[in-house]
C-alpha cells in the first residue's frame, strides 16, 4: 500500500514536472503575442511575465483596443491579458484655408504697400491670384512679398523687377 502511494505521488510529480516542462516560456509567448499584434494592432506591443499578457501602446479607436485584446487572448499558452492600451483620437483636420475675395486682397495689399512706403508697384488680382509688377530695390523685396501674402491671396506671382 505504502509502494503504491509512493509510486502514485512519484507519477503525480513526473507529470507536474513534464507539463511545466512543456508550458511555453514566458519569452516565447512575448514573441508570439508581439508577432500577432504587429498586424492586429501596430503601435501595441506586449510584454508576458507568468503567462500574463500585458499590452501597451496607443490606438485611434475602442475598436482597436479591442482588436489588439482578443489578438492576445488568441495565442495559446496565454493565461490572461491586461489592456494598458490608451485610446488617442487622431487630431482634428486642419482648418479650410480662408482666401479672400479680389477687392479685399487688393485693397488689403494696396494698404499694406502705401504703410510700409513702397513705391512702384502694382498689384492686381484675379481668381484670387496677386500679380505684382513693377520695379523695386532688392532690399524691399520681402516687404512686398510679406504685404501680399498677408493678404490672404490664393497665390502670388512675382513678375517685379528688381533694382
Not at 38 to 51: C, D, F, L, M, N
Not at 83 to 91: A, D, K, Q
Not at 121 to 141: C, H, P
Request: include cysteine.
Amino acid at each position: 500500500m505504502k509502494q503504491r502511494k509512493s509510486f502514485l505521488l512519484a507519477c503525480l510529480a513526473m507529470m507536474g514536472i513534464l507539463l511545466y516542462a512543456c508550458a511555453p516560456s514566458d519569452a516565447k509567448l512575448q514573441k508570439e503575442v508581439n508577432d500577432k499584434l504587429s498586424t492586429a494592432a501596430p503601435g501595441v506591443i506586449a510584454e508576458v511575465k507568468g503567462g500574463v499578457a500585458t499590452l501597451s501602446g496607443e490606438v485611434v479607436d475602442d475598436a482597436a483596443k479591442s482588436t489588439a485584446e482578443a489578438a492576445a487572448k488568441g495565442v495559446k499558452g496565454v493565461k490572461s491579458v491586461t489592456n494598458n492600451i490608451m485610446v488617442t483620437p487622431p487630431p482634428p483636420p486642419p482648418p479650410p484655408v480662408v482666401i479672400n475675395p479680389d477687392d479685399i486682397v487688393r485693397n488689403s495689399v494696396d494698404s499694406a504697400l502705401n504703410a510700409h512706403g513702397i513705391k512702384g508697384v502694382t498689384a492686381t488680382v484675379a481668381n484670387g491670384e496677386v500679380t505684382l509688377t513693377g520695379t523695386i530695390a532688392k532690399a524691399d523685396l520681402k516687404k512686398v512679398m510679406q504685404a501680399a501674402n498677408e493678404a490672404k491671396p490664393k497665390k502670388v506671382l512675382n513678375k517685379l523687377t528688381l533694382q
